[in-house]
């Protein structure tokens, strides 16, 4: 007799976005006259710069000739492309080999992956509020027992509070954790940690051999020389810490799909050698996964010359003069708001407690703008709202505009 994965059960309802689109669903047919502006997901809206467009070209020129024909690829991704990944982190002083890469069709599907390699009983901590993959990905494993609605929070689960107090990023756990993911710049707070902060965890992994899951899917956001961009910049991290990155928010290959995961050699866990994860992490994308484009793969090494780069670049400029724009906006009506300088996102504290589905909702109400309420995030996103600076410029200075003029406080 099957049974289906009674994890899923756990889940709690309600998935954030599937929710934001009923309630604006509703709206829309009781209000057809109002135009919406979106600044929800954090989705890329602008096109593939010229670089990037003739890099996927070649890799379907390259098909359409026997001659350069390829298939299957090889197992951790197209060496080309992982020696200008490693290329990529050496230009930011990071000493990373080749086959420390694995290329993947995202940051998503790794981060939810990753934990299959460890133990099922490790116990998992994470930032709260965090993007809803990880706490996810961990309760369909079973490391998470019932869901509690009243507090928001799964039994078993680490919550490490993210607040204003504590400049959204928080305090080492009081107990022993296995698995920590950390996310820098942050989603949903915009936050950014500092080298001295990131030292601190990767001390505590090592001390208590626990193993710090990084994501670094907005590292290009950043634009303070001071802020470190991967984890690997933190002295002693290779032996405790793995990081995910992709090209989406970079290079906008949200729908196109170009993703990696570094598992340095030096990573190792409780009775394991150097380089026996690294070989895991092999082991389950060679059984679970049969590689990324190869079409998309000759396209992301586009993205690592000069020229992509600097067009790379430029797109990622133009959506922190959205978040400029956003931030100055909610500024001069008095809201606090924190992020938006070297991350994406904007991240409003909802005016006098509001709670924040209610200001999704008064918002939406009063000036047909929809973002994303910070409870979605986790217990510790109450009482905030995200605001995402992907969109097309006029539809960012309509909706800031609509803000200013509709928006009763
Ligand atoms: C957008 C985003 C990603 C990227 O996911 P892809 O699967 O590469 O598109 C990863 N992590 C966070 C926190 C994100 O916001």
Request: hydrophobic share 35%; with cysteine.
């Amino acid at each position: 007799m099957a049974e289906i994965n009674s994890n899923y059960k756990k889940l709690a309802a309600g998935y954030l976005f599937p929710e934001i689109a009923r309630r604006t669903r509703e709206f829309q047919e009781k209000n057809p006259e109002m135009i919406l502006k979106k600044l929800g997901i954090g989705n890329t809206t602008e096109a593939l710069t010229p670089a990037v467009v003739s890099g996927l070209i070649k890799g379907v020129n390259n098909l359409a000739d026997p001659a350069t024909y390829s298939g299957y690829g090889d197992e951790q991704g197209n060496t080309n492309l992982r020696q200008a990944l490693s290329d990529y982190y050496s230009s930011k002083g990071i000493a990373l080999s080749r086959s420390d890469f694995f290329i993947s069709d995202g940051a998503k599907p790794d981060s939810s992956n990753i934990q299959s390699i460890f133990s099922s009983d490790s116990i998992v901590a994470v930032q709260d509020p965090a993007y809803p993959v990880y706490v996810d990905s961990n309760v369909i494993t079973g490391r998470a027992g019932n869901y509690s609605v009243e507090k928001g929070e799964y039994d078993g689960l680490v919550y490490m509070q993210c607040t204003e107090e504590n400049g959204f990023f928080p305090e080492l756990p009081k107990n022993k954790v296995d698995l920590i993911y950390l996310c820098s710049p942050n989603n949903p707070t915009g936050a950014v940690a500092t080298h001295e902060q990131l030292k601190k965890f990767v001390d505590y992994a090592k001390e208590n051999k626990a193993v710090i899951i990084f994501d670094a899917a907005y590292s290009e956001y950043i634009s303070d020389k001071d802020l470190p961009r991967s984890i690997f910049e933190i002295e002693g991290a290779k032996e405790c810490a793995l990081e995910i990155n992709s090209l989406s928010k970079f290079a906008g290959f949200t729908g196109v799909r170009l993703g990696w995961t570094v598992v340095p050699e030096e990573l190792v866990v409780e009775g394991t050698e150097p380089g026996e994860i690294r070989n895991l992490w092999n082991r389950r994308q060679s059984t679970f996964f049969n590689g990324a484009s190869n079409i998309v793969q000759e396209g992301a090494m586009t993205v690592f010359s000069e020229a992509g780069l600097k067009e790379s670049r430029e797109l990622v400029n133009f959506y922190m003069e959205n978040a400029k724009i956003i931030m100055n906006g909610v500024k001069d009506l008095g809201i606090t708001a924190y992020g938006g300088v070297n991350a994406p996102y904007v991240w409003i504290k909802t005016p006098e407690g509001t709670s924040s589905w209610d200001f999704f909702d008064k918002l939406l109400s009063e000036t047909g703008v929809i973002g994303t309420p910070g409870s979605g995030f986790g217990p510790g996103g109450e009482g905030f709202f995200r605001l995402s600076a992907f969109g097309h410029r006029e539809d960012i200075e309509a909706a800031m505009e609509s803000i200013k003029e509709n928006l009763k406080l």
